[in-house]
């Protein structure tokens, strides 16, 4: 999903069951326009700012719902506590700080909140009960987690942070490197061995013989899987596995992925799949049926053993450490969604039962059934070489866009692209790059200053999928199309009626870590394209030493960019789009703008959904071919503007396909909506069902498309040797 990022805010968190929102509010407090010009006085462009309230540990004010302005400042002052560095001096300083820090909200104006509610209340009729029942289940969680089982989990997570047995990597300096316009070397040689693996791959899809096939002429093929939630995730999972029964997949070089699909692929390449597409499906069929914001489903995980208390908030009081005394909403989800998401259940039948009933010790036995947390030490994106750095697998890539928010009104909507990859973090803007292993350290010149443990998956999986942000304009644009006729009419008078205000209201600020880009003396990237970048905004990014990240769904819900960066040389894009809004997103066009600022030519113009109502629609695959080639009258040669690098992008929307089921359509179905975390089995199998129908039915189109670029590769360097042999001769 896309959608233009604002920071006029109300701080609440959504989560959704099969049929209905939840908002969970907490404080978020914005100042007057008069406040700000006194603030601000230089500054007529900063109309309204928000004053984030972190999130802690402690149940949010929203649950003490009787709580008063004055009593919340009374014991503000009370407990007012600054946390300048990340040591402390003892566990019990620690939960003290986390338990009792709030903000000053002596001079700010609260909005009304019940107004607000009411007003969503009458969208989602069904909220009022869903609302109670999250709040009673929040307060459960934290009546279930005693301050001393805190303070215990405190206590381990701070020695293994120090751990080198543990962590490795805290005994590893890291610095920054950039201004090379390379890949690193662990990704050349990951190219290498994959092209290596691909050749006989290739030569049996397209059908030649394997001598007929050089390295060089074989395609390079990249998936940029869209965002959209849970539809997302099993969406592309089901994909892939269709890629892979159909031999597609051995023929992919990278797999770019945004939100939802970050969720997919950070579960296919750990132990919990061991990089099997049907053990992930598996999984997430298993998965979907539990609602990622639950407290009843993260207290039965703790429940279920120490180890698992300890896993879930390893990575939460990690970061609480790197944020100096507080966690971010952000934090918050990426627990949640690891809680929910990476576990597995030990589950035997009765004959292994009694096989394994000599050799089993107690604590065994004991979780069989439970849900188990995963080793997060495990999970690491650095982790995840393992499984594709000999070649055998597409690399993953996960993507992020960083938000200014000193960037008054964000003009120029243009967003900075992060990746993340099991190899480097770090993005293209200023060609600076780190080791993925040291993100969350604090770095200056340059060189960290510090030595942390990697960041934990759940934390980054919250980063990568906090789809949540928008607006809720946003949300009604897309729960639309699935309410009732009556209910419509009413809703569509409330819209009108708080047009500005819901537009206007971003749930979460994005997650913030250090900058390890932090006083990089400032070089553009790509000095020798037309760039419509200014060097002080460039400057912005270096100067500060926080970096703000969000999902890239901000920008750009289809993942084009990273495949277009130099040196990967991508040939085909398979775009998957699982958005929310796929015929009426700006997807491509946005693209289109990225490759004119970038001087990237090659790419396919015009490529996109008709903007003409009388055009033929698009069906569920259609390639947009490059014109960078060009054929001879009279021939069987192909040229190539020496001026472009060709990129064809053969697009798969997840739309309705009659030959599956004239009924179904994940664009209209409620359940599909991004705003769902729940899918029952059929539901599962429904969605999953028509995306690997979708990618087989079309399958014949991706053979010749790559058979015909190959061809054209190849006739290509024919021709170049054939004139090199001419050259020498004469």
Known sequence: MTWRYCWQKLTLIASCSTVSLVFLTTTKTVLTEQQQQQQ?????????KSIDRPFYFSPPTWILSRATLAEQQEEQNKNKKTVDSFSFTSVDDLISRVFNTTNDISTIKVPNRKDFEETVVKLYPKLAGQLDSMREGYAKFWDFLTMDEFRHMVEMAEKETKNIKYHPEVGVDATVRYGSGMLCDQELTFITARKMKQKEAFAKFIGVSVNEVELQDIPIVGIAASGGGMRAMLGISAYMKAMQDTGVLDLVMYAASVSGSCWALAQYYSPLTNARLDVLLEHLKSHAHTHIANANTIIDILKASPQNSKYLMQGAIERYHQRNGDLSLVDVWGLLLGGTLLTRRIRASKEDIEQKKSTETEEETALRGKPILIDPNTTKLSKQTQYFQDGSLPMPIYCAVRIDEEDDGHDTDIYEWFEFTPFEMGTEEIDAWIPIWAFGRRFDQGKNIEKLPEQALAIMMGVFGSAFTASLAHFYKEIRSFMPAKALEKADEVIVQFKDTMSGYYPISPADFPNPFYRLPTRRRHDHHPVDRKQEEVDLL????????????????IPFYPLLRQGRDTDVILAIDLSADIQTSTHFDRAEGYVQRRGINGWPKGAGWPKNEKETTLGTCTVFPSDAYYEERHGNYYHQDTNKKPVTVIYFPLINNPNYDATFDPQTAEFC????????????????GLAERNWNDNIDQVRHVLRQIWQRKRNLRLRKEN?????RIA
Do not use: C
Request: charged share 15%; proline share 4%.
């Open 40 to 48: 601000h006085p230089n500054n007529s462009k900063r109309i309204i």
């Open 723 to 727: 004139n090199e042999d001419i050259l």
């Open 673 to 688: 909506s991004t705003w769902n975390f729940v899918y029952s089995s059929a539901q599962t199998m429904k969605l999953t």
């Open 542 to 557: 270096v100067n500060s030493p926080k970096l703000a990240l969000a999902d890239a769904g901000l920008d750009n819900n």
